[in-house]
């Protein structure tokens, strides 16, 4: 192998490594609101309230650090309300962790979608509860105040932060979820990620000069390189067949004791998987 060819292959691995500390230097960094959060396809809101509501949820989402995002529709496509929400959410490049809510003007149903922290969050009661607060200016016609009063009542959850009996000693920390407390290094890694990155590049840099100092004037590998012409050994190895040995085991077919999955998470949330195969929770109510 030529000297050459061993600059060329150090180099690209110096920028593969270069590469890569930017990866993780991006993906540690605070999650960023979508420019858009709104989606007023069913043209419910005046120019006004679109104002106003965009406001509420570009607020919100940066104070959760995920993404709250509200869409209306009058024309399902012959979806499911839920389909058409987990659809739209995972569709759409919005944060791992995050919530949709659906106004379906074509059923007239309200739905939550939750994914990620948000599903921990927003248990199966928490969504009854912002149905609750949604409902009645859903029935009245007050599509704005709906969209408020279901904003409000969210944060005030995100506020009083998971729920005691389902995550006991997490809920002592309002504000904070699994993804947050099981990784205790993020926050000293975003606000140091420049060191990190300095001294990771001058690492590589020490190494691919090590190496390169190491390989001058190396000579050509040939076939012979390997090969040792005082040290052969040859064994010979036959398989003779003996005898086979036949085991039975009774497959009982009886279900076993306690049923399949709920398909309920810890923190009392059901989940379900769509059609891009990523997990939600969450729920809905015809008005």
Not at 102 to 117: H, K, P, V
Request: charged share 20%; net charge negative.
């Amino acid at each position: 192998m030529t000297k050459a060819v061993l600059q060329k292959r150090w180099i690209c691995l110096f920028f593969l490594s270069l590469m890569f500390c930017l990866t993780v230097c991006i993906s540690g960094t605070d999650v960023l609101a979508a420019d858009q959060l709104l989606f007023d396809e069913a043209g419910l809101f005046s120019d006004t309230q679109r104002a106003d509501l965009e406001e509420q949820l570009q607020a919100l989402s940066e104070k959760m650090g995920m993404d709250t995002v509200v869409l209306t529709i009058d024309d399902d496509l012959g979806k499911t309300s839920q389909d058409y929400a987990d659809d739209f959410y995972d569709n759409n490049g919005f944060s791992a962790s995050g919530f949709l809510f659906l106004l379906n003007m074509d059923y007239r149903e309200i739905y939550i979608s939750t994914a990620g922290d948000a599903i921990a969050l927003y248990t199966d009661e928490r969504i009854e509860s912002l149905l609750d607060a949604a409902y009645e200016y859903m029935t009245e016609g007050d599509y704005a105040d709906a969209v408020s009063a279901f904003l409000e009542r969210a944060e005030f959850y995100y506020d009083q932060g998971l729920v005691p009996d389902d995550f006991p000693g997490e809920a002592e920390h309002p504000g904070t979820y699994p993804s947050e407390q099981s990784n205790p290094f993020i926050s000293a890694f975003q606000s140091n990620w420049p060191l990190y990155l300095g001294i990771s590049l001058i690492g590589a840099g020490i190494a691919i000069l090590i190496m390169l100092s190491r390989n001058r004037g190396v000579s050509a590998v040939t076939p012979s390189t390997y090969h040792d012409a005082q040290d052969f050994d040859l064994f010979m190895h036959t398989d003779r067949f003996l005898h086979t040995t036949t085991t039975r085991t009774r497959i009982s077919h009886d279900p076993p004791a306690g049923g399949g999955s709920s398909g309920r998470s810890s923190g009392g949330s059901r989940t379900h998987t769509s059609s891009s195969g990523t997990r939600h929770g969450g729920g809905g109510r015809r008005f």
